[in-house]
Structure formats: C-alpha cells, structure tokens
C-alpha cells in the first residue's frame, strides 16, 4: 500500500512556481547557471541555522539534507526539468559535476511538488514518515524565507 505524504507548499513559492514555469515555457527563457546560491549552499545553510537553532541535534536534518541532496541529483534530469532546459542541463552539468553545485533554488522548490510521489514507494515506517513531512515543511518555511527570498534576477 502506497503511503502519501503531504508537503504544503507555502503560497509565495506556489506563486514562484508558475512564474518560473510562465519564464521557460511561454518565454523562452533559462536560468541562469551556475546558479548562486546552489542547492548545496541552500542545505548548507540551512544546516548551520538548525544547528544554531538547536545545538548538537541535527544528525537527523544531516541525514534528510543529504537524502535530499542526492534526491536532487538523481531526479533533476528525469523529472525536475522542462523540455526547453535539458540542452542546458547537458552543457552544464559534465565532468561529475553534481547537479546540487549548479543548479538553485527553482529546481529545488521543483523537487518538493514531486517529493510526494517520490516517497510512496519507499518503505518508511509512519511515525518517521511524519517526521519527515515535518523537518520538509519546516525547511521549505524556514529555508527560503530566512533571508527574503532566494528567487531574484534569475533569468
């Protein structure tokens, strides 16, 4: 039995989405890479705020931050990407490079509408599953609203 997690994506970025699928699929246009922040520099930081917010209790958001990390990684360009941005994708990302150090928060913000779909055929106990769906909100609350907005002169 599949098991659904919910992720309520706060208005504001729901808002970001449609803008950012109106930019690449109605105008023509990309975002700009590499991308500053990264997503690694986003889960970096976001780390260091729970760690400061919380002491030494973060082993738990490390292990989430580095599932989401190589969720990211693995997903981009199989789900996360519109047709018009794969070439980009392909020039971009060569040599090993993970996708985490190139590409942003829009891609990121991306991984979270799919993230319900994702999890449904993982084999997660309720009670961490919860917990899960928690430490995700949490983030995307925190995370992109901790210093305004990770969403400017993007394209």
């Given at each position: 039995?599949?098991?659904?997690?919910?992720?309520?994506?706060?208005?504001?970025?729901?808002?970001?989405?449609?803008?950012?699928?109106?930019?690449?699929?109605?105008?023509?246009k990309l975002v700009k890479l590499p991308r500053s922040?990264?997503?690694?520099?986003?889960?970096?930081?976001?780390?260091?705020?729970?760690?400061?917010?919380?002491?030494?209790?973060?082993?738990?958001?490390?292990?989430?931050?580095?599932?989401?990390?190589?969720?990211?990684?693995?997903?981009?360009?199989?789900?996360?990407?519109?047709?018009?941005?794969?070439?980009?994708?392909?020039?971009?990302?060569?040599?090993?490079?993970?996708?985490?150090?190139?590409?942003?928060?829009?891609?990121?913000?991306?991984?979270?509408?799919?993230?319900?779909?994702?999890?449904?055929?993982?084999?997660?106990?309720?009670?961490?599953?919860?917990?899960?769906?928690?430490?995700?909100?949490?983030?995307?609350?925190?995370?992109?609203?901790?210093?305004?907005?990770?969403?400017?002169?993007?394209?």
């Open positions: 039995m599949k098991k659904l997690i919910k992720i309520q994506i706060p208005s504001t970025l729901k808002k970001q989405l449609v803008d950012d699928w109106e930019f690449i699929t109605q105008q023509d922040p990264t997503v690694d520099n986003i889960l970096t930081k976001y780390l260091a705020y729970r760690s400061k917010k919380d002491g030494m209790m973060t082993d738990s958001v490390g292990e989430i931050l580095n599932g989401l990390r190589c969720y990211f990684d693995k997903a981009l360009p199989v789900i996360l990407l519109y047709k018009k941005e794969r070439q980009q994708y392909h020039e971009a990302v060569t040599d090993n490079v993970s996708p985490s150090s190139i590409y942003g928060a829009e891609h990121l913000l991306r991984l979270f509408v799919k993230f319900p779909e994702l999890l449904a055929y993982v084999n997660i106990e309720e009670e961490t599953l919860v917990s899960l769906q928690q430490k995700l909100l949490d983030f995307l609350k925190g995370n992109f609203s901790m210093e305004g907005s990770y969403f400017y002169t993007k394209y």
